[in-house]
């Protein structure tokens, strides 16, 4: 059988890393990027090859261009091939539209938004019958339960209406392009025990936050063959904050 191989931006860490350790298990090749964390991302590593499984580490800035494109380039000139990006990487400026900077609006979109565009565009390229598009987006996609979310909430919500086009344009390909939307999850962006979290967790109809093998696991049947009928559809992964 060929050896299939997948990208996770931001897998050095959190949601990514489980994405890339479970995506290992499940015998892909995998292609993690970092933005600065290298001793996180060699853990990574180390974890896959343990597994028997070729790994690599990018550091590539997803907020540019060069960053996007050079996440799919050194992919595919280590591993040779690309059959699942999944574009994880992201993050969450909070607070009033009022207190927001350009400079932080244009990189929130940047990293959020535009790097799955770009990273979309140039993975295509290398992807046949089988590839799986697979975007993280948020709960706060859909729903903006309480204020200084704005500019976080427009990104996610824009990666759902990118994801419906993107399943029509590869469609045919074979290619299925799809959004994986996390509730409140234990990580560094969000930990468990934060200041924040006694805000975030009454909002689940669980009233507790999920662990970033809830997300991994969604991510692994998507990438699977067995979803090969779901494309461009947003998935909820929340405890229920969206009922
Ligand atoms: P973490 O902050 O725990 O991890 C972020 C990861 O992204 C790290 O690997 C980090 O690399 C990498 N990263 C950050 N900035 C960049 C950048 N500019 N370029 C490349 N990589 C970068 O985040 P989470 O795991 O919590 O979140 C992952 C995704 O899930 C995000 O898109 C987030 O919006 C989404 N999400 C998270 C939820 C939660 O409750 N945790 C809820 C809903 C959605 P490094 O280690 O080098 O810093």
Known sequence: MTQRVA????????????IAAKLAEDGFDIAVTYASNATAATQVVT????????????????????????????????????????CNAGMYPYGPIDEMSVEQIDRTLHLNLRAAM?????????MGPGGRLIYVGSAFGQRAPFPGISLYSATKA?????????ARDLGERGITANVVEPGPIDTDL?????HGADIIRPFTATNSYGKVSDIADMVSFLASPRAGYITGTCLAVDGGLTA
Not at 62 to 68: F, I, K, L, R
Not at 118 to 126: D, F, G, L, P, Y
């Open 158 to 166: 824009a990666l759902g209406g990118f994801a419906r086009g993107v």
């Open 7 to 18: 990208l996770v931006t931001g897998g050095s860490r959190g949601i990514g890393a489980a």
């Open 118 to 126: 770009v990273e979309t565009m140039e993975a295509v390229k290398h």
């Open 190 to 194: 969000n930990p468990a025990d934060g």
């Open 47 to 86: 974890r896959i090859e343990a597994l028997g499984r070729r790994a690599v580490a990018i550091q590539a800035d997803g907020a540019t261009t060069e960053g996007n494109s050079a996440a799919i380039a050194q992919t595919v000139a280590a591993l040779g091939r690309l059959d699942v990006l999944v």
